[in-house]
């Protein structure tokens, strides 16, 4: 039986990083066949393109993965076997608050140490997929001080170590047609900073359910009930489940437009889900000062699919 090899993964598992881009491009579908060629032609020159920046600039640990979501999956690759867990985000709704499912067909989540490596290979990439593909949404993110959010906290605390990431973030044996891959679920969201800068630290730390400065868990009576790692934590027969999660502040700062973007790898899509569902049902704190602008589900293939994909194969 195959095992799963986080050499043959894409980089869904370790670096944050400290410029990121994220690009989600839509389909024109307008010529099935030429799109097919054009995405065949990319697979291949995608991975030619990384491969040179990492020469170009060796010492700016470009990390890239590519995704298909599952209306593209189904577009550019109807006769192929799907993921088992692959399928279009629908919105998770309750009273008070909406996470919305957007379109999106190629999913991009680029990070170097240097600007000028992410920008180079979102160009390339692009002049292989322009013709085919509209823009729906670009954004760029960063490394804030400590690598905490945006509102000033820690993040990552309770995602695995990373001698540990890769079980949860990678597809096994347990869909070997796909092993090696993994899906990632994006999601922007939009803070209100003003409302949270003017929470003292106190109740900052009971909404988030940690200590600003140190980091430190609160006990669970300090927390608010709906704190974030109390909403977000995901227990199934009262074991903890976890993503790999890598997510990156964005900001057009003079504009007040500040945010957060949520970056989730998965094993199972199922995990993440459940996350979301609960962080809804329990109203997590974060909602009650964000807007969620936008929500998907992208498939990533191994590099061994990658080159299925170049040559046709799938």
């Known amino acids: 039986m195959t095992k799963m090899n986080p050499a043959l993964a894409q980089d869904v598992w370790k670096d944050i990083g400290e410029h990121v881009q994220f690009t989600v491009l839509k ?12 995405i065949s032609e990319f697979a291949d ?10 020469i170009r600039d ?14 593209a999956w189904d577009y550019l690759f109807p006769n192929a076997k799907k993921p088992k867990e692959l399928e279009t985000f629908e919105e998770i709704r309750s009273d008070k608050y909406v996470m919305p499912s957007t379109p999106g067909d190629i999913f991009f989540h680029i990070r170097a140490s240097n600007e000028a490596v992410v920008y180079e290979a979102q160009t390339q990439f692009m002049k292989f997929l322009s013709d085919i593909t509209e823009v ?27 001698e540990d990431a890769a079980d949860y973030a990678i597809i096994g044996d347990e869909d070997p047609d796909f092993i090696n891959g993994s899906y990632a679920f994006a999601q922007k969201w939009r803070h209100n900073m003003k409302f949270w800068e003017n929470l003292k630290t106190e109740e900052q730390e009971k909404a988030v359910g940690r200590e600003k400065f140190s980091d430190l868990e609160l006990e669970d009576e300090d927390k608010y009930h709906n ?14 489940q976890k993503i ?16 957060t973007y949520f970056m989730g790898y998965a094993r199972h899509w199922t995990v993440t889900k459940m996350m979301l569902q609960q962080m809804m049902d329990t109203t997590d704190f974060l909602l009650t000062f964000s807007d969620i602008l936008s929500g998907q589900l992208f ?14 194969e799938i």
């Open 227 to 240: 704190a974030h790692n109390v909403s977000s934590k995901l227990e199934i027969d009262g074991v903890e």
């Open 27 to 38: 389909l024109k579908r307008e010529d099935l066949n030429k799109e097919k060629e054009a």
């Open 58 to 71: 060796a010492d700016a640990g470009l990390k890239v993965a590519i995704g298909f979501s599952n209306n």
């Open 299 to 312: 498939f990533i293939p191994s590099r061994t699919m990658l080159e299925q994909i170049a040559d046709g």
């Open 136 to 162: 729906v949404d670009e954004t760029k993110g960063f490394r804030y001080f400590e690598g905490r959010a945006i509102i000033g906290f820690i993040d990552g605390t309770e995602a695995p170590a990373l």
């Open 45 to 54: 020159r995608s991975q030619a393109i990384i491969r040179s920046l990492k």
């Open 244 to 259: 790999v999660r890598m997510n990156v502040p964005y900001s057009d700062p003079a504009s007040s437009n500040t945010g």
